[in-house]
Every structure is written in C-alpha cells, then in structure tokens.
C-alpha cells in the first residue's frame, strides 16, 4: 500500500508540471450608447467606440472590425470595416439592431457590442413651405423639426418631376386613413404634383388624375389639385375627419370620398345641383368646413354667385342650394345682394357654442363695400352668425393682397403693397392698426396657425427683400381687447429662405 501510495504521488506532480498557462487578450468597449438615431440623407452616423485591451495590445492591426445593422430575424447588411464608423445614412427608415463586432486577429477571439439604431425621415415633422425662388419658378421647401431644426430646400427641383412650375400656391400633407392618403402635394398655377413623403421625390406622372375615376366625359388630364381637406389640426398630425376627404381641382372642380370604401379614389365631381345634373358649376378656391370635425362642407359657385352645401360625402353626387330665412344676416344668395364672393378661410373661432370652428368670408358688393361674414359651415344645416359691416377707417381692405382671420379675436389682418394692417370688428369698437416694425421688407404671406397649436393662435408673418432673400417669423396675438399687439416668439424666426407664398404643418402619426 506505501508503495502504491508513493506512485501515486509521484504521478501527479509530474502531470503538474505538463500544464503552460497564458493570459487571454480580452477587450473592453466603452464610449457606447444604447440607442442611436439618424435622419435619412441628411446625417452621416458618426460613432467613435474606445476599445481597451487586457494585455495591452492595442494596435488596431490586430483585429477585425465589422459594423453590422440587422433588420428582423435574417436580413442582415454589413455598413463598415474600420474601427470607428462614419456611416452617411443612405437606407430606408426604420428600426435596426446595430452590431459592433471586433475579432483578435491571433486568438481568434470576436468580442461585440449591440444598440438600437432608429432611421427616420427629415421630412416627418416640420413646417412646409411653397414659394418662388430667386429665379422666379415655384419651389418648395421644409423647416425639418424632427430633432434639431433643419431648413431643406430644393425639394421640387430634386424631386424628380423635371418641369419648372410657376406661380406657387400650396405645399401640405394629405393626411388620412390609408397610405394612399398620405402624400405631399406641391400646387402651382402650372401644375400640381405629389411627393413621396418619406424621400420627397416624385415622377411627371404623380398627379391627381391618378386618383380619379370619373364615368362623366372629363378630361382627367386637365385636372390639377388645387386644394385638399381635412387638414392637419394638432401638433401630432390630426386631421379634421380621417374618415372623408375632398379635392378642389383646378377647373373647380369638387371630388369628394368617403375613404373606407373608395381607398382614396374620387369619382364624379359634385360641383353641381339635381336639377341640371350635366352642368358643372366652377367653385371658388375655397372648401369651407368645420375644421374641427369635417362630416360635410359648403362651397361657392363662382357662375351664380351663391354659397352651395355637400350635405355628405356618402353616395353624393350633387350639391344643394342653401336656404334663405326671413331676417337673416345675410343672404347664401350674393347676387341677390348684388355682392361678390373674395376670400374665406376656415377657423377655430367657437362663437355660437360651434367648437369645431367657424367660417368668415369677405364679401364686396360693386360700390367697393366690404362686409365680413361669419357663419358655422356645416352642409347639412349652416348656420349664419354675423355680418359686419367694414368701416372705412380700415384703409385699404377692398385693395388687400391678402387676409388672415384671428381665431380668438374679431380681428383681421391684412396687407396692401407689402405692408401689414389689422381691423378689429368688433361691433361699435372698430378700430384700424398699421405695424410698422417691418418697415425694411416687403411682406410675402400671413397666416394664423389653425394647425400646428390651434389654441395660441399665432401669426405666422413672412417677409422678403432682394438683399437678405425671404424670412418667416412667427408672433402671438395680444388678449388685450381694446388693443392690438403682435408678440414675436423666441427661437421662432428663420432667415435665408426662398420668398413664401403659403407654409403648412406636417407631421405624421404611426
């Protein structure tokens, strides 16, 4: 047994000296974040990773470097092989796991780290903007707000349609149901055309007529957008109604749908009455609805004069004159009253307990006499509200190039000749303003936010001059009723642009 013991003792302390030992190369990666973003064509992704060696071998000739983005459980692309990555973000949106992978070049060895790397569009958020550029062509262009803001410009010439437009009108977001629905339309006196809304390109044959299906003998090729609604009504991307949408062409033309059922197609316009049903009536630029909450909408028939109803959107295929009652404000009818349809716009304005938004127009009669009209304008049942009767202490209201309606106060702004004006309407305390505090340029576009944030009200006020280019500011309107007084917002002021004809909100909800 002692010798057996003594064997045994003598065997293990010679496996003992058989073992050779060596440390492992083992690395460490700092200087890494969770979670990455980037905006698509704008941001190259730059990503400096610190990698620390156990053993001190830090030459970056030792390894293997591979950056790797995965999309869902097998589509895989390999984005870089160098140890930092300077990545210019070239591929579709979305959200990838993004996989730093480094391999010891003499152990063999891969080490690795993981994040969540989200890719967005520039164009998901922001302030749209149409205009003229400085040779005098339509264009269009985005203050991108996704993260920080980013003005972008150029989208129609590098959109893809290859035809210089002229005379710039809208630049907005069809919102809606469907993908269908959610394009960008640019409208021009020249053309009208729809964008990808996540890459802003478009072909010569993204127009309207794709989304027509007439039976009545139009010419769909004649047919360029001029107006869609319900528009946007919250920071978010609301919409007024997601269940209808309607079209104004620009031959005046009205197209409406019920979005459910027709996946964004329109058929047969509704500019037109039961009575003469061949005869289309052409309509005004104006769709006027609650904005709130557009289950049906009234416009103008420019041939006779008179304000028209859409009762619905379900199966119509007409509109419905409107009735006069006795005492009435005013009359649906203007040629009776010998006036003229001149402008309306939609807003938030709540009097007679409407919170979905009233509609004010302004009317002339051919004496050069303006009144204002407030109305809810529902088509199933309109209700008259008020007329007002412009005085003439309001210096050139009937010439103004263009008018802004307040959504929380009787007051209207105004512009003649590059200057800015307001009138205040308030029954028996009318009073009349002339701003000067941009004395120094000529006034391009005014316009109230009834989309971005409704309940401020704010005055969007783009200016122009030939040196400095186009400006857009953006200014709160006072409370104090027995004054009037613009507020400019911090932070809310943008140099270097194109000269604006019209800005809308854009933002999309996934």
């Not at 729809?194 to 039976?215: A, C, G």
């Not at 609650?290 to 009762?311: A, C, E, H, V």
Request: glycine share 6%; hydrophobic share 35%.
């Amino acid at each position: 047994m002692l010798s057996l013991t003594i064997l045994l003792m003598h065997s293990c302390a010679k496996d003992l000296g058989n073992y050779s030992y060596q440390n492992i190369n083992e690395l460490e990666i700092s200087n890494w974040q969770e979670n990455y973003a980037a905006l698509l064509d704008i941001d190259t992704l730059h990503i400096n990773p610190i990698i620390t060696s156990t053993t001190g071998l830090n030459d970056t000739t030792n390894y293997e470097f591979r950056w790797v983005i995965k999309e869902g459980s097998f589509k895989q692309d390999t984005i870089g092989k160098t140890a930092n990555l300077n990545f210019p973000v070239n591929i579709p949106t979305g959200n990838y796991l993004l996989q730093y992978r480094i391999r010891d070049k003499n152990s063999n060895l891969t080490f690795s780290k993981t994040a969540n790397l989200n890719i967005a569009t520039p164009y998901t958020r922001g302030i749209l903007i149409s205009g003229v550029d400085t040779e005098g062509n339509a264009e269009a262009a985005i203050l991108s707000m996704v993260n920080d803001t980013i003005y972008i410009k150029d989208l129609l010439k590098n959109s893809g349609i290859d035809k210089t437009l002229i005379g710039p009108k809208h630049f907005f977001y069809g919102a809606g149901m469907y993908d269908v629905h959610k394009q960008m339309w640019f409208t021009s006196e020249t053309g009208s055309y729809y964008f990808d809304r996540k890459t802003m390109k478009s072909t010569p044959n993204s127009t309207l007529q794709n989304f027509l299906l007439p039976t009545d003998p139009i010419d769909i090729t004649l047919e360029h957008l001029e107006l869609m609604a319900p528009q946007i009504i919250d920071n978010n991307g609301q919409s007024g109604d997601e269940a209808y949408k309607a079209a104004l062409s620009n031959n005046g033309n009205i197209y409406t749908t019920f979005t459910s059922i027709s996946f964004g197609m329109f058929y047969n316009p509704v500019n037109r009455v039961a009575t003469n049903i061949d005869e289309l009536l052409p309509a005004a630029p104006y769709l006027m609805y609650p904005i709130g909450n557009m289950s049906s909408l009234m416009w103008y028939d420019t041939k006779n004069d008179r304000f028209m109803n859409i009762q619905g959107f379900l199966g119509v295929d007409h509109s419905t004159y409107p009735i006069d009652q006795v005492g009435d404000v005013f009359s649906w009818n203007l040629q009776l009253e010998g006036k003229k349809l001149r402008y309306a716009e939609n807003t938030f304005n709540k009097d007679g307990g409407f919170n979905n938004g009233n509609t004010l127009a302004v009317v002339e009669d051919s004496q050069g006499i303006s009144n204002i009209y407030k109305f809810h304008a529902r088509g199933s049942n309109p209700v008259k509200l008020a007329s007002y009767h412009v005085k003439p202490i309001a210096l050139f209201f009937k010439q103004a190039d263009q008018y802004a309606f307040s959504s929380t106060r009787s007051v209207v702004f105004y512009t003649y000749q590059g200057r800015l004006f307001a009138y205040d309407y308030n029954p028996n305390n009318e009073r009349f303003y002339e701003f000067n505090m941009l004395l120094d340029k000529s006034i391009s576009m005014i316009k109230f936010d009834t989309q971005q944030n409704p309940v401020q009200n704010s005055l969007y006020i783009a200016t122009h001059d030939v040196t400095s280019g186009g400006s857009l500011q953006r200014f709160l309107l006072g409370n104090n009723p027995n004054t009037v007084q613009l507020i400019p917002i911090t932070n809310a002021i943008w140099h270097n642009l194109f000269k604006i004809k019209d800005v809308n909100w854009k933002a999309e909800r996934y």
